[in-house]
């Protein structure tokens, strides 16, 4: 069974500070993984989207990076800011049907206090 | 920035009524999807449409129905709402591009969602 798995399911942390989210997957046959941002009340923006072949991807204070062997994916949040406060949700694409349907993890809750 | 707009953005309706979630994309997609949230957990595909006049369910089984008439509009009805249709519903599109003889789905653009309450 195709899953994604994310950790830890909510995080505090102070404005300033660095953190890192963690996501497991099953999907196969692999073909990419993003991870997106959804703020409260509204739909998930893409921050970051890397393919087999690419193991870091940087957007902003926002690295990604893929482990295709083991399957793992981080998204290291640096230098936070308030706005950062968010639902981050791990996205895995497979490359088995045409439609290019996701998997999605249930996403880590961020909370950055002032 | 993502040309995807869904109408209402709230809704609190009582059971037994008709509802229609709008959803519109000026982009120019093939593809569209409605999925359904709810808080804490992940999304769910319930429907899905290639193209005008092509539906498909989802992953998850929905009392709802879709229609796709025109390219840019694909909208979500239930006909008799009930309080366990309570939940966000969240609209996506996407388009389809050709890497030689290869046709691949780009990403997803999702919109700003609604949010259903029935009580």
């Known amino acids: 069974k195709n899953q994604v798995e994310q950790s830890p399911q909510s995080l505090i942390i102070l404005e300033g500070k660095n953190c890192t989210l963690q996501?497991?997957?099953?999907?196969?046959?692999?073909?990419?993984l993003r991870w997106y941002k959804q703020d409260t009340g509204r739909g998930p923006v893409s921050l970051t989207i890397?393919?087999?072949?690419?193991n870091t991807k940087s957007n902003g204070r926002y690295t990604a990076t893929l482990d295709a062997d083991t399957k793992q994916s981080s998204l290291h949040i640096t230098a936070s800011q308030l706005s950062d406060s968010a639902s981050y949700i791990c996205?895995?694409?497979?490359?088995?049907?045409?439609?290019?349907?996701?998997?999605f993890g249930r996403g880590t809750q961020l909370t950055v206090w002032p | 920035e993502a040309d995807i707009y869904q109408t209402p953005r709230y809704l609190v309706i009582g059971t037994g009524k008709k509802i229609t979630l709008e959803c519109s994309q000026t982009?120019?997609?093939?593809?569209m999807y409605w999925y359904q949230q709810d808080p804490g957990m992940e999304l769910h595909l319930i429907h899905y449409?290639?193209?005008?006049?092509?539906?498909e369910k989802g992953d998850l089984s929905s009392e709802s129905t879709v229609s796709r008439i025109r390219t840019e509009h694909f909208p979500l009805t239930l006909e008799s709402a009930r309080p366990s249709h309570t939940s966000q519903y969240l609209c996506?599109?996407?388009?389809?591009?050709?890497?030689?003889?290869?046709?691949?789905?780009?990403?997803?653009?999702f919109g700003p969602g609604t949010r259903l309450t029935v009580l």
């Open positions: 996205v895995v694409s497979d490359r088995g049907s045409t439609l290019g349907r996701l998997y």
């Open positions: 890397m393919t087999f072949s690419e």
């Open positions: 449409s290639y193209g005008v006049n092509s539906t």
């Open positions: 996501c497991n997957y099953t999907v196969s046959p692999f073909s990419n």
């Open positions: 996506a599109s996407s388009e389809s591009i050709r890497l030689g003889t290869l046709k691949m789905t780009n990403e997803q653009f």
């Open positions: 982009m120019g997609h093939d593809k």
